[in-house]
Structures are given as C-alpha cells and as structure tokens.
C-alpha cells in the first residue's frame, strides 16, 4: 500500500484547510487510518485518527478543529483543519494501521505504512 498526502501550504491564522491522503495498492477500508505531524526540532505527534469502522479520535490540541473523515470508495482520508494557529506549524503525514488494539492509534509504532507528507505553515 502507498500513501499520498496532499493539501498543504502556507496560511494565516484563523484560516482552514484539507489534507488529503490518497491511498492506493489496498482498499482504504482494511486500515485504521491516522495523522501526524512534526514541527521542527519536536517529536511527531499524533493529530487525529479514523478506524476502519469510521470512529475518530482527535488529540486535546485540535479537537473542535480539526476533523479526519474518509471516504472509502475513493481511497482517501481527509483532515479538515480549522481555526489554525502558528503552533498547528509541521509537517503533516497519513499512515496506515493494522492494529488490533485502539490505544496504538494514538502513536507512530502502531502504524506500518507511512505518507510522505505534506507542509502547514501557519504565519500570525
């Protein structure tokens, strides 16, 4: 499976945007799917992520804004990001999981493909 994230760029804050993750080589509907990002010098963090059974979770700093949703007959994962700030700054990846358990969702070692990611640079 490979994964292609797009939808990135520079904004100001306040403004939205939608990443999007084109999934392709397996059906979007085998993977639990999540987001990350990075900023630079900090670890990745987890943004949000949609279970193949189309339940979401957000981490505390975007929820409210953020949304991931997809759209299984496409083959590709959306995160709507609103209300950004300059600490929503990185670089944002989609993975892929197979994990069986929730809790792996919510970091990097649950997840065994990664996109190669895509730019968010929010100015003030």
């Known amino acids: 499976v490979q994964l292609q994230a797009s939808g990135g760029g520079l904004v100001q804050a306040g403004d939205s945007l939608r990443l999007s993750c084109v999934v392709s080589?397996?059906?979007?509907?085998?993977?639990?799917m999540g987001w990350f990002r990075q900023a630079p010098e900090k670890e990745r963090e987890f943004v949000a992520a949609?279970?193949?059974?189309?339940?979401?979770y957000y981490a505390d700093s975007v929820k409210g804004r953020f949304t991931c949703s997809r759209d299984n007959a496409k083959n590709i994962v959306y995160l709507e990001v609103n209300s950004v700030t300059p600490d929503d700054t990185g670089v944002y990846y989609c993975?892929?999981?197979?994990?069986?358990?929730?809790?792996?969702?919510?970091?990097?070692?649950?997840?065994?493909?990664w996109g190669q990611g895509t730019q968010v640079t929010v100015s003030s």
């Open positions: 080589g397996r059906t979007l509907s085998s993977y639990h």
């Open positions: 949609t279970t193949w059974s189309d339940i979401s």
């Open positions: 993975a892929a999981s197979s994990a069986s358990y929730i809790s792996a969702l919510f970091t990097t070692n649950g997840y065994s493909v």
